[in-house]
């Protein structure tokens, strides 16, 4: 069978559906790798900074190493702003739905926020609330987010900074994207772990 039979979802039998979860899933094996091409395509994208925004996804992740930061925030860092392409006015929602089913709760929470935590440096100057942040007070993974900003994210514009390459961080996120989604000793819901070791 190279393809279903079907023209309808709802005239697939199970021979189709079969068929197709299994090359579904195994399409699926290919993700990291689509992921690392597309941050490479990051370099189409907006420019006006002194670094690229592959140059910025890449800063952030090795910030985040240097730092000590584990696995999961380390691949966070880099797929961050994945979403500039393609989601301009959402690039952080974009980013954290692809990062949701393989990593930890709090940290797709993060970079899901990072965004609007991003607005208490530059707000001011663009029109939009700096103090866009305070609508998450008190919420558990507050401190991590702006963390996150501060120490990773808007600091990583500098073309002077020793950046590691994308081939130091490919197998990192080949782990993370080969890992079964949605697993709950993974996602760890109200956990937390520390940004830096």
Not at 1 to 21: A, I, N, P, R, S
Not at 63 to 75: C, F, K, M, Q
Not at 138 to 148: K, N, Q, V
Not at 166 to 172: K, L, P, S, Y
Request: negative net charge; glycine residues 6%; contains cysteine.
């Amino acid at each position: 069978m190279d393809q279903v039979k079907f023209t309808q979802m709802k005239d697939g039998d199970k021979e189709d559906y079969d068929f197709l979860t299994a090359h579904e899933i195994e399409h699926t094996k290919g993700t990291a790798d689509r992921l690392l091409k597309a941050l490479v395509d990051l370099d189409e994208g907006l420019s006006g900074y002194q670094i690229t925004r592959l140059g910025h996804s890449l800063q952030s992740a090795t910030r985040a190493e240097r730092d000590g930061a584990d696995t999961d925030w380390v691949v966070a860092a880099l797929l961050h702003d994945i979403g500039d392409i393609f989601a301009p006015y959402n690039h952080d929602e974009y980013a954290a739905t692809i990062l949701k089913p393989f990593v930890r709760e709090q940290v797709t929470w993060v970079v899901e926020k990072h965004g609007d935590f991003q607005l208490v440096y530059y707000g001011e100057h663009v029109g939009a609330n700096p103090e866009k942040r305070q609508a998450y007070s008190g919420h558990p993974y507050f401190d991590d987010c702006a963390t996150f900003c501060e120490r990773w994210d808007q600091n990583s514009f500098d073309p002077d900074y020793d950046t590691l390459p994308i081939e130091h961080f490919a197998d990192r996120v080949r782990e993370v994207f080969a890992r079964e989604p949605y697993d709950p000793t993974v996602i760890r819901a109200g956990e937390r772990e520390p940004l830096q070791a």
